[in-house]
């Protein structure tokens, strides 16, 4: 595998019943990532801004949770690698969009042939439309914590 494009914008990403699967699935991105070094590109789409159709789901609080956790966790972990990181594109959603324009999907490219040639080529489509995606990076999250270099206390 040389490159991979993933779609994960739909809202069941988020519920909270989701989270070991998520989890499972970020390892294995960042585990093919490091081990695959410069040899592999991985594209992925995940949501910038949730729809403003969530607010109205009884799990409003949790799924809006989850979405802050899991951005979080995603510039953390790309921020952190010493090896290239996957490429996260957040895609913006406009407030009288339902959802996302595409669905959720996993493409790779082997000998040169993506495994969903049409989804692929949407999704890099949408990647390199201006205004349609923001990248995720580590300026988007306070890596400062306690005790870091801005704590205080480190300089007293």
């Not at 960042?30 to 109205?56: C, F, K, M, Y």
């Not at 989804?119 to 400062?144: F, V």
């Amino acid at each position: 595998m040389r490159a991979a494009v993933m779609v994960q914008c739909g809202i069941g990403w988020l519920r909270p019943e989701r989270l070991a699967l998520r989890n499972a699935l970020d390892e294995a991105v960042l585990t093919a990532q490091v081990r695959r070094g410069e040899h592999l590109r991985i594209n992925r789409i995940v949501l910038h801004n949730l729809p403003v159709v969530v607010s109205r789901e009884p799990d409003f609080r949790s799924v809006t949770a989850s979405f802050d956790e899991w951005q979080f966790r995603l510039a953390t972990a790309c921020s952190l690698l010493s090896s290239p990181a996957p490429q996260i594109h957040r895609l913006i959603i406009r407030g009288d969009e339902p959802g996302p324009p595409m669905p959720d999907m996993v493409a790779v490219l082997e000998n040169g042939q993506w495994s969903d040639a049409e989804q692929a080529e949407s999704a890099l489509r949408i990647i390199g439309a201006a205004g349609m995606t923001t990248p995720l990076t580590g300026y988007d999250i306070n890596l400062s914590g306690p005790f870091s270099d801005s704590d205080p206390s480190i300089h007293m």
